[in-house]
Structures are given as structure tokens and as C-alpha cells.
């Protein structure tokens, strides 16, 4: 699952861009990686990912956050084997 803010107005982006970074973190705990002075901040699990991204570029602020579930690799493989 991707879902996008795109906006251009900064602080509107950063505000919610921090409580975006909030909320993951209460939920999902400390981040796995977080590349030194990027805002990019990543969240592995067993179960799949979470990756949250900040972008200014061009005048236009966008806020990226990418869900991923390990269940459907599992579906995958189990399509793969059968056909």
C-alpha cells in the first residue's frame, strides 16, 4: 500500500510529516534504519515493512509512506507452486 502527500507548503508537510513519524513510532516502536540526516525512516517486521519518506524538491513538498505485508509472498509463492 503507498500513500502520498504532496503539497506546497512546507510547513503543512513538516507538520505532518512529524505526526506521521509520531504515530508510526508509538505503534511500531524505534525504526530499523534511518539513513544519518535523511528523513527517511524504515520499520521491519516479520510481517513486512513500513518506510516513510520526506521529498522537497521543486517547490513541492511530498510526504511518502509505503506499506508492506510478508502475506503476500506467501500468496506468491503458493500461486507459483500451483501453476
Wanted: proline share 2%; charged share 20%; glycine share 4%.
Amino acid at each position: 500500500i503507498s500513500i502520498q502527500h504532496m503539497s506546497p507548503d512546507r510547513n503543512e508537510s513538516d507538520l505532518l510529516f512529524q505526526k506521521t513519524l509520531e504515530c508510526l513510532k508509538r505503534e511500531m516502536g524505534k525504526h530499523s534504519e534511518h539513513p544519518f540526516l535523511s528523513k527517511k525512516y524504515v520499520w521491519d517486521s516479520a510481517n513486512g515493512n513500513v518506510f516513510l519518506h520526506y521529498v522537497h524538491k521543486f517547490g513541492v513538498n511530498s510526504i511518502n509512506l509505503f506499506l508492506t505485508s510478508s502475506s503476500i509472498r506467501e500468496q506468491m509463492q503458493n500461486y507459483v507452486s500451483k501453476h
